[in-house]
Structure formats: C-alpha cells, structure tokens
C-alpha cells in the first residue's frame, strides 16, 4: 500500500549491526558489536536485479543505521548512473546527527530514489538520552526533521515512552516535543527489554519484568511499570501518544491536502 495499490516490494540488506552501543538496542549484541558492510556497487547491482527482474520499486533496507556519509554517497552516484533512480522509491534508517552532519548529502539522496527516511529521536530530555548511551541531542530533532522535509524525503520519527523515570508529566513533556518537531510520521514505541540488551539485564537484576510471554515484547505492551506507572497506565499513555498526534486537525488536514504520495490521505 505504501508504495502503490499494485506495488512490489522488497527487502534489501545492505549492512549488518552498528557502530553504536545503544543500552535498549538489541541489534548491535546480536552482530556482535561489528558493522559489516556490502560495497556500493554490490548494493547496486542487487537494487536494479530486483527492479529488473521482478518489477519491485519499493525497496525498504533493512540496515538498522544505514551510516550516511562516502559509502552512501557512492551507492546514490551507483543507482543513478544505472539509470533506476528514477524508477525505484527506497526507504531507510538514519540517525538525527547523521541526517544533519551529512545534510549535503540529502539532495542527492532523494535523487537516488530515497524518499522516505526513519530516525530514532527517543527523546525529550537530555538525560534519558544520556541514560541509553544514544548520543544524539534532543535539540537536533527538529533540524533533522525539518532538512528532511526540505529535500521532499518523508520524515518519520520514532519515540520511546515507558522509561523508567517516566511519569504522566514526563509522557506529557514527550508528546509535547513531538508536536515540536513535527515529522510526517511518529511511531511511538513502548521501551521493550529484549533479551541480551543492558536494558534487559539491568530490569531482570531489579525485578522490573511483569511478562513472560515473548509475543508481548513487540514494543506495543508494556513489559515492565516505571516507578510512576503502571503497567496498564503505561499503555495507557501509549494510546494517548497516538491519539495526541494524530487526532490534531492540523495533521488532519495536512494529510487530506499534501500533494506528497506518502502524505496525502
Ligand atoms: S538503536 Fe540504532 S544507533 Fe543505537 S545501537 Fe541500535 S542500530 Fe545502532
């Protein structure tokens, strides 16, 4: 549906794991800490097989932190001397401080096709950043969100609610930063201790784990109470994330009237 009624789409993996150490991220223990990367060209060659062979336009890659910067650039100059960046929509991850250092990078970005970026903002306030060994800034949110509008890239943003702090005031703090920042898309996501992370380690040491069931750590339950909420309340907020986003008749209407196919209701 995102790419079109009749669309293919496809996967496409173009690295494994992450440079970063993220204490609630389950991806960098999974690869071991190390970030394996195919060549641009090969990331190339894989794009315009898909394309060619089975008519898939739509291409999401899988890279949890595709890591802007020269291999990116080479991949975009790859897809557009192939001739498919014209044809193909490509949808990927990114982080906040990569989006804004590699600003430059953006326009020929969308001209490779990307036109659809996710960043992982999280937060609010500086300290619970601080906590999750993140490393971006709240105060780059918006900035990063914005240069993404400004290059016609659909800017979506991820959140965590939940944390251990947290507190209907501090949820409340957080949806009021969201509307600051306002990407095209927010997806709020309950903080979920998956196995093998800090976090999972840290809320098994304490006794914060309410539930057993696995199928319920899909970042929609809450797992664990906050030492203000509890677990219900917790969901609770969550719903109010969602209702609070998209139930403003600004965005409303901004979906009814945008001439962005990903937008436009
Ligand atoms: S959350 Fe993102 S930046 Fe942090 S370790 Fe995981 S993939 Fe890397």
Redesign the pocket.
Known sequence: MIAGPNAGYAMVEASR??????T?????PYWGGRWRTKSPKRIADEMEHIYNEYDISFLWLTD??LGLGKRTSDLCDELIKKGVSDNITLFL?A?SDDIINQKKLLPKMRKAGNYWIMA?LERHDEKTIGN????IKPSDSKLSMDLLKENGIFAQATLIMGDRNDSHSSIQQLRDFVNYVDPDLAIFMVLTPFPGTDLYKKADENGWLEEDNWANYDMVHAIMPTEHLTVPEVEEELYLCYRDFYGSMKRRLTGVFSKHNLIAT
Not at 17 to 22: A, F, I, M, P, T
Not at 24 to 28: H, I, P, T, Y
């Open positions: 794991g992450c440079l970063h150490k993220c609630f991220c389950s991806q960098w949890d932190n991850q982080r992982g999750y060994h993140k490393g």
